[in-house]
């Protein structure tokens, strides 16, 4: 009895050892092979793929290559050219050849190798080995190119993707504090540099010679939580080593707020010798921040720029201003070239910009912005070189306004200040240009098959001393719908605009003293025939169009002014694009267009042509338009658009639907179920 319950317990133990073996089994990785030919070698047990061929198990693991080698008895798949790895996590190993152990689910990538993970990061290797379980990597001479653009390289690199970390160090360094201090400085440590080369070369960090970088005993990029941490850093600018520390840490280039230094950099001008930039970041809320940015000069006093950023649902502000003591050594020249000494006291500059936001206060919605803008000395920005987000060095004038747009469904309204002040002029009575108020209104209304725009303005202008002038403006603005006569396929749209223009002046070079009216008529007709043909996903347009119109009265002399003249203009009732001064008299403007699109299977657009060409005719040769324009001729140059789309991604559908729809043969393609040995015992 006792035999037959020992026999019975070992039974049952062995048929749960073999249950659990089965659910352990069953975890192992089946794969199949697809290639277009096969070749069978050692008894069966060696198979080779070649030619596009692919191993794929059930958890979504992939490899191709040109070549791939299973060997049955120790459970391997070997890879030669062209070799590709990828998994369910979003990870991808390319290299010339992999040795893929499926039992212990490792593989190893040889020549060429490049690793990407899922989140963008690219990591070039010499030689690299892939722990599937672990999701753990090592490899040998590391170049990574991370998603924010940065750049790393470093003899020997691991990659933890559990614990999101990528680590790149120097072989274990037995030596004392004082050797491993002097090995930094050595070519071969590990590189970081935020900087983008563009160089498309196999050369490395050293070699392109990047703005800044740092040279470590070991790297560290945290990825979960953004940080990059040194051990033994050398900051080097222009790889010349400029700080060591033996611990540094940063923001990786992804964060956009955090506080913290910024890149430093290092010019030399040759008034002001070498300077030192420092700029520190500190985010102060979540809805503002300050750059503050302390420039050193050699030979001059040092300058302190500060930025202030504040952002809200319905309002940003932007504050940008700067310090400086004076001059130290600095001197100007006169026009002889002999050297002046410079006013003493301190430079600054001060720059406010405000936008917002509002509901209901004219109409439905509001914008309002303010700009305040102040230099205290005209080439303070130029000779110290200032360039921000908010200014540029060579700024020539200053404008302080205030700008309030109100918005309704058919009605806009904008009320604005402006002074204007002219850094190049010295005179205090004409360095100045003040247009207090300035009023507008529109109002857009649809009647009687006509789109009609009202339209009133009023300038106060004073500028250049004693000049004044004050101009309102009334316009009235009406184009018909197309009216189609259709026994011929011609299209028409009647076009006509009243102005009525009121200025006063007192002193305005070359206008009338005091009040002046002048009413304003034009009319006009815009016509065009369409020829259209269509192909099988191909559809070309030709429009040729003409427009003639007609507006009385003379105009003011324009011949100075800045004018070119686009194809858009030839149909316009003002072609000068003038407020107060439109183009009068009789014109023809005609051209021709023409469109070309090519589509799809699904219809839609992946080449596209346009191409338009028009002259504007002239009833006479006028000298008071613009000379530049031509349109002072009595036959205007010829203008033109043409623009030209393509989109790849759209061809490649069709080219690829085009292919699903022809004779592909399946037994082009041989398809072999391959699993390790450990499963086939079972």
């Known amino acids: 009895m006792k035999t037959k319950l020992i026999i019975k317990r070992i039974l049952f133990i062995l048929l749960l050892i073999g249950l659990m073996e089965t659910s352990l089994h069953s975890e192992v990785s089946k794969y199949q092979l697809k290639a277009l030919k096969f070749k069978?070698?050692?008894?069966?047990?060696?198979?080779?793929?070649?030619?596009?061929?692919?191993?794929?198990?059930?958890?979504?693991?992939?490899?191709?290559?040109?070549?791939?080698?299973?060997?049955?008895?120790?459970?391997?798949?070997?890879?030669?050219?062209?070799?590709?790895?990828?998994?369910?996590?979003?990870?991808?190993?390319?290299?010339?050849?992999?040795?893929?152990?499926?039992?212990?689910?490792?593989?190893?990538?040889k020549k060429n190798v490049k690793y990407k993970d899922k989140l963008g990061n690219l990591i070039k290797f010499s030689n690299f080995e892939?722990?599937?379980?672990?999701?753990?990597?090592?490899?040998?001479?590391?170049?990574?190119?991370?998603?924010?653009?940065?750049?790393?390289?470093?003899?020997?690199?691991?990659?933890?993707?559990?614990?999101?970390?990528?680590?790149?160090?120097?072989?274990?360094?037995?030596?004392?504090?004082?050797?491993?201090?002097?090995?930094?400085?050595?070519?071969?440590?590990?590189?970081?540099?935020?900087?983008?080369?563009?160089?498309?070369?196999?050369?490395?960090?050293?070699?392109?010679?990047?703005?800044w970088s740092v040279t470590t005993i070991k790297t560290r990029h945290d990825r979960i939580k953004k940080m990059i941490y040194h051990d033994h850093a050398v900051i080097k600018i222009k790889n010349f080593?400029?700080?060591?520390?033996?611990?540094?840490?940063?923001?990786?280039?992804?964060?956009?707020?955090?506080?913290?230094?910024?890149?430093?950099?290092?010019?030399?001008?040759?008034?002001?010798?070498?300077?030192?930039?420092?700029?520190?970041?500190?985010?102060?809320?979540?809805?503002?921040?300050?750059?503050?940015?302390?420039?050193?000069?050699?030979?001059?006093?040092?300058?302190?720029?500060s930025e202030y950023r504040n952002q809200n649902k319905n309002s940003l502000m932007y504050v940008d201003t700067s310090y400086s003591e004076g001059y130290k050594n600095l001197n100007k020249k006169n026009n002889d070239g002999q050297s002046l000494n410079r006013s003493g006291g301190s430079r600054n500059h001060l720059f406010i910009k405000f936008f917002g936001n509002y509901e209901n206060l004219i109409l439905d919605s509001s914008e309002l912005e303010l700009n305040m803008q102040r230099v205290s000395q005209k080439n303070y920005l130029s000779v110290n070189q200032i360039n921000t987000n908010n200014l540029k060095q060579d700024i020539t004038a200053l404008n302080n306004n205030i700008i309030l747009n109100s918005y309704s469904e058919n009605q806009k309204i904008k009320i604005a200040a402006n002074i204007y002040e002219d850094l190049s002029n010295d005179n205090p009575n004409a360095k100045y240009q003040y247009i207090i108020p300035s009023i507008e209104n529109s109002l857009f209304l649809k009647k009687f098959n006509s789109n009609i725009n009202i339209l009133n303005s009023f300038d106060s202008k004073n500028y250049s001393g004693d000049t004044k002038q004050s101009i309102q403006i009334n316009k009235i603005l009406l184009s018909s719908e197309d009216q189609i006569i259709k026994k011929y396929g011609i299209s028409n749209k009647l076009k006509s605009n009243i102005y009525n223009i009121n200025t006063y002046n007192d002193k305005v070079d070359g206008a009338k003293e005091n009040f002046n009216s002048d009413v304003i008529p034009m009319i006009g007709i815009e016509s065009s025939i369409p020829f259209v043909k269509y192909e099988k996903n191909n559809e070309q347009t030709i429009i040729p169009k003409i427009f003639s119109k007609y507006a009385s009265g003379t105009m003011s002399n324009s011949n100075s002014e800045n004018k070119i003249l686009r194809y858009s203009d030839v149909y316009e009732m003002d072609r000068m694009n003038s407020t107060s001064n439109p183009e009068r008299g009789a014109s023809i403007?005609?051209?021709?267009?023409?469109?070309?699109?090519?589509?799809?299977?699904?219809?839609?657009?992946?080449?596209?042509?346009?191409?338009?060409?028009?002259?504007?005719?002239?009833?006479?040769?006028?000298?008071?338009?613009?000379?530049?324009?031509?349109?002072?001729?009595?036959?205007?140059?010829f203008v033109g658009d043409f623009s030209f789309m393509f989109k790849n991604d759209l061809y490649n559908n069709n080219i690829n639907s085009n292919k699903s729809k022809s004779n592909i043969n399946s037994k082009d393609h041989q398809i072999y179920l391959i699993t390790p040995t450990i499963y086939q015992m079972i």
């Open 40 to 109: 069978y070698e050692n008894n069966n047990n060696l198979i080779i793929a070649e030619g596009e061929a692919q191993a794929f198990d059930q958890f979504g693991k992939e490899i191709f290559s040109d070549i791939i080698i299973y060997d049955k008895s120790k459970s391997v798949i070997l890879t030669k050219r062209n070799s590709i790895y990828k998994d369910k996590r979003g990870n991808v190993i390319t290299a010339d050849n992999f040795y893929y152990d499926i039992e212990l689910s490792k593989i190893i990538a």
């Open 130 to 211: 892939y722990l599937e379980k672990e999701e753990k990597g090592f490899g040998l001479n590391a170049i990574a190119e991370l998603k924010d653009k940065s750049l790393v390289e470093g003899n020997i690199a691991e990659i933890d993707n559990r614990r999101g970390q990528l680590i790149l160090k120097n072989k274990k360094n037995k030596d004392n504090f004082f050797k491993e201090f002097l090995s930094i400085f050595k070519k071969n440590n590990n590189t970081y540099t935020p900087c983008e080369i563009i160089e498309k070369s196999q050369k490395g960090i050293y070699e392109n010679c990047p703005d």
């Open 589 to 637: 403007g005609y051209g021709l267009e023409y469109d070309s699109n090519k589509k799809n299977n699904t219809s839609e657009i992946y080449k596209q042509t346009k191409i338009s060409i028009g002259q504007v005719i002239n009833e006479k040769k006028s000298t008071k338009k613009p000379s530049n324009s031509s349109l002072n001729d009595k036959s205007s140059n």
């Open 241 to 305: 080593p400029v700080f060591y520390t033996p611990y540094f840490s940063h923001p990786d280039p992804t964060v956009k707020r955090k506080s913290g230094f910024l890149t430093p950099s290092i010019k030399n001008f040759s008034t002001l010798g070498r300077t030192f930039k420092t700029p520190y970041f500190w985010a102060i809320n979540e809805n503002s921040d300050l750059t503050f940015t302390p420039i050193i000069y050699q030979d001059e006093n040092s300058i302190y720029l």
